[in-house]
């Protein structure tokens, strides 16, 4: 089983998650259950995906957690827009 916590990128989406989250602490209350939510969902299933492929078996299983995960960052920049 591969050790999420030593891949950079682990590491690095783990950084964003943080920077989400003080950056959604500053929206409007009224967002908080909107698009607030819907932000930080995003950027946690970042590594949280990552480290899910980690535990698979395969090289395969593994490639498809990190090609999900990829996609997680473009879903939140579009928000972010």
Not at 23 to 42: A, M, Y
Not at 50 to 79: N, V
């Amino acid at each position: 089983m591969r050790d999420f916590r030593k891949y950079d990128i682990w590491i690095d989406s783990m950084r964003l998650v943080e920077l989400i989250y003080m950056t959604v602490d500053q929206f409007p209350k009224n967002e908080k259950f909107g698009l607030s939510s819907q932000i930080t969902r995003s950027a946690v299933s970042i590594p949280s995906n990552i480290a899910e492929g980690a535990s698979r078996s395969s090289e395969k299983e593994f490639a498809r957690f990190l090609e999900i995960a990829l996609g997680s960052p473009f879903e939140l920049e579009t928000q972010l827009i």
